[in-house]
C-alpha cells in the first residue's frame, strides 16, 4: 500500500500565474477528493471524483479552479491566474466507495504559495 | 450555523489524564462520523469512526456519539505528549465535512 501521493509537495509561485498539481490514489480505490485547508481551519471541500466522472463541485469553488481525472487514476487541479487567496495546502483524498463508514485516507498534501 | 462544530482551544491536558474533545453538528441526517488526527504540517490521519449511538473504544480512544443531541466527542486517556495536535472532526453529509479542529497540547 504506497498511500496517496501527491506532487509537488510545494510550490511557489507568482500571482497571476498558473499552477498543476497531481494526486495518486490508493490504487484500488474509485473516489478521489479534493480539499483546502488554510491555517487554523478544518479541510474545506473542494470537489470530487467517482472513477472519472466529477460527481460534485464546491459552490465556493471559482472558475479558475479546474480538476480533472482521466481514466479513473491519478487527478490534476489546475488554477489559472494566482491569487494571493490560494495560498492554502491543497489536499487529496482517496476512498474506496463513499459508503457511510469509508473513511478518507489522505495525501502529505501540496502547499502553494503565492507572491 | 455551521455544519460541523468545534471549540478550537488550545486545551491543555497534563500527562496522563483524559483529554476530551466535543463536536456538535447540525444536519440530522448525518450517518457517520470520523474523527482525524493532524500534526502541525502533516496531513489529517484518521483515528476512528462512529456510526451508532453509544461508545467506540479502540486503544486508549473512545468516540461517544449520542445523535439525539447532536454530538459527537472524542476521549483520549493516559494523553501522552505524542498526542499533541489538532483533532477534526468530520461529518459525512454526502462527502466529509470537517470542524475547525481542536488543537490539544499535553503537558508533560
Known amino acids: 500500500d504506497t498511500g496517496v501521493s501527491q506532487n509537488p509537495r510545494h510550490k511557489i509561485t507568482k500571482r497571476g500565474q498558473n499552477v498543476t498539481f497531481r494526486c495518486d490514489p490508493i490504487?484500488?480505490?474509485?473516489?478521489l477528493y479534493w480539499y483546502r485547508q488554510t491555517l487554523g481551519q478544518g479541510p474545506e471541500f473542494l470537489t470530487y471524483f467517482q472513477n472519472e466522472a466529477q460527481l460534485e463541485k464546491s459552490r465556493l469553488l471559482s472558475d479558475r479552479f479546474s480538476a480533472e481525472r482521466p481514466k479513473g487514476s491519478f487527478s490534476t487541479l489546475e488554477i489559472q491566474r494566482t491569487e494571493q487567496g490560494d495560498s492554502a495546502m491543497y489536499l487529496c483524498?482517496?476512498?474506496?466507495?463513499?459508503?457511510?463508514?469509508?473513511?478518507?485516507?489522505f495525501g502529505n498534501g501540496t502547499r502553494l504559495t503565492v507572491t | 450555523q455551521k455544519e460541523v462544530e468545534q471549540n478550537s482551544g488550545p486545551l491543555s491536558v497534563p500527562e496522563g489524564a483524559i483529554a476530551s474533545l466535543n463536536c456538535t453538528y447540525s444536519d440530522r441526517g448525518s450517518q457517520s462520523f470520523f474523527w482525524y488526527r493532524q500534526y502541525s504540517g502533516k496531513s489529517p490521519e484518521l483515528i476512528m469512526f462512529i456510526y451508532s449511538n453509544g461508545d467506540k473504544e479502540d486503544g486508549r480512544f473512545t468516540a461517544q456519539l449520542n445523535k439525539a443531541s447532536q454530538y459527537v466527542s472524542l476521549l483520549i486517556r493516559d494523553s501522552q505528549p505524542s498526542d499533541s495536535a489538532t483533532y477534526l472532526c468530520a461529518v459525512n453529509l454526502g462527502k466529509l465535512t470537517f470542524g475547525t479542529g481542536t488543537r490539544l497540547t499535553i503537558i508533560p
Open positions: 490504487s484500488e480505490h474509485n473516489r
Open positions: 483524498a482517496s476512498s474506496l466507495v463513499m459508503g457511510p463508514n469509508s473513511p478518507l485516507h
